[in-house]
């Protein structure tokens, strides 16, 4: 077995908690937890929930299970759980409005191939997978006010974001409050240990979960909260599929590296730590490189986009992806030679560029097409109406059908 002050080294690494002193104290608890464990002759009892808003979790998500997957080969029992019922609501963590609630068949359609998806990361043998329904639908009006007991309004009013529409004067709907009531009673169903997550979940993690637990005789749940986020493909916020910046991992293969090809060159530190595990000093040196021209910013994102369509798929899958790149951008047969040429001044959403540029009569036309997968930006498809093209990824060429195409570049005088 693996010595407790090196697993504690690896679990940990990664985790930000906004001061030292919590974070230490995570570290502790972590450690004792894991020697009580080697007395009892048992693991620790691990887990993540996500929630199935939408039919594809996306390389954002593979930062916890990468931190799961550690668990794992340490021994431990891990669990992906899928938030069938916590979907419903849907965590108001970061939001500035309340989320659309969704049907049961909504979660349900969504969720079918979740665990098919994490199997990409998590060691299939190794998992369990389990739904939050199990629990929480069982429970009645009764059960919820002895839970909800445990806490108190003010509790959850210091939240950021919930501050933030107190003062913007936005409405706060007393459901928003019951997320972080079920997730916290997931950690109680299952007598957690340790639960995994991003600094999205501080509160219901850390606060939450931990509080229910000891609440009801349970011992509290070590938080392991992952301290960085991947950003999106616009290299700038956190990757979301209501932002349309996100990759998903069930793209097809051409679309994944396309996706990846579309990230500014100052990303590509945060993804080669992120995705394929870089330690920091190797991070560092390829950032230098390419600040000095001893690293080409578009040889070392083919690179990046080789390994992660090779992550996800298959090497050879990587290669093809290659090729049909190859062939679109650098051969020339998919896009004409003499494409027009337009500038970006600032970030734009797509819709309004292809209205700018007529290539669509109509937002109602962009729209429609952005709908039917009729628009791709560097050969990956826009799947997101909300999609937008930052100064840090031009140059990039804009297609629309099979004959429409631009080439987007920084306008003189563009900037930050």
């Known amino acids: 077995m693996t010595p407790i002050e090196e697993q504690v080294e690896v679990l940990m690494s990664g985790t930000a908690y906004g001061d030292r002193a919590t974070r230490q104290s995570m570290a502790a608890d972590l450690r004792n937890r894991l020697g009580e464990c080697q007395r009892e002759g048992r693991p ?132 928003e409050f019951f997320y972080a009531l079920m997730q916290a009673y997931d950690a109680v169903a299952q007598e957690a240990d340790v639960q995994v997550g991003g600094q999205d979940q501080l509160f219901n993690i850390l606060v939450a979960g931990r509080k229910l637990q000891t609440g009801l005789g349970q011992k509290p749940q070590i938080a392991i909260i992952m301290g960085e986020s991947l950003p999106g493909t616009d290299g700038e916020i956190k990757m979301s599929k209501s932002l349309g910046n996100h990759i998903p991992l069930l793209s097809e293969p051409w679309d994944m590296f396309g996706k990846v090809m579309s990230l500014p060159d100052k990303a590509m530190g945060v993804y080669h730590k992120l995705i394929l595990g870089w330690t920091p000093a190797q991070v560092e040196a390829l950032e230098a490189d390419l600040k000095t021209g001893a690293a080409h910013p578009n040889e070392t994102k083919m690179r990046l986009a080789r390994e992660i369509v090779g992550i996800f798929h298959r090497p050879d899958a990587a290669a093809a992806a290659q090729a049909r790149w190859d062939e679109v951008f650098r051969g020339g047969a998919g896009v004409p030679d003499d494409i027009d040429e337009a500038e970006l001044r600032a970030a734009e959403e797509i819709r309004d560029i292809l209205l700018r540029l007529n290539m669509v009569s109509s937002r109602g036309e962009a729209r429609r097409l952005i709908q039917q997968q009729g628009v791709r930006l560097n050969d990956a498809k826009v799947d997101s109406l909300q999609a937008s093209i930052t100064l840090e990824m031009l140059p990039a060429v804009l297609q629309v059908g099979k004959r429409k195409f631009v080439r987007l570049v920084r306008a003189n005088g563009g900037g930050e």
């Not at 887990?47 to 996306?58: A, E, F, I, K, M």
């Not at 794992?72 to 108001?92: M, N, W, Y």
């Not at 979660?107 to 994490?118: G, H, K, L, M, P």
């Not at 950021?160 to 936005?170: A, G, H, L, S, Y």
């Open 44 to 175: 620790l009892r691990v887990y993540c929930g996500y929630d199935p808003r939408t039919s594809d979790l996306h390389l954002g998500h593979t930062i916890t299970m990468r931190k799961l997957r550690q668990f794992q080969e340490f021994g431990h029992d891990v669990t992906f759980l899928v938030g069938t019922f916590t979907s419903l609501i849907g965590d108001p963590s970061d939001k500035d409005s309340a989320r659309d609630q969704l049907t049961m068949r909504n979660v349900e359609d969504n969720a079918r191939t979740y665990a098919e998806q994490a199997f990409k990361i998590l060691d299939r043998d190794k998992t369990r997978v389990r739904r939050n329904d199990e629990w929480l639908a069982p429970l009645d009006f009764a059960d919820i006010i002895r839970l909800a007991s445990h806490f108190t309004v003010q509790q959850f009013l210091v939240r950021e974001n919930f501050t933030k529409r107190i003062e913007e004067e936005k409405a706060i709907y007393l459901h």
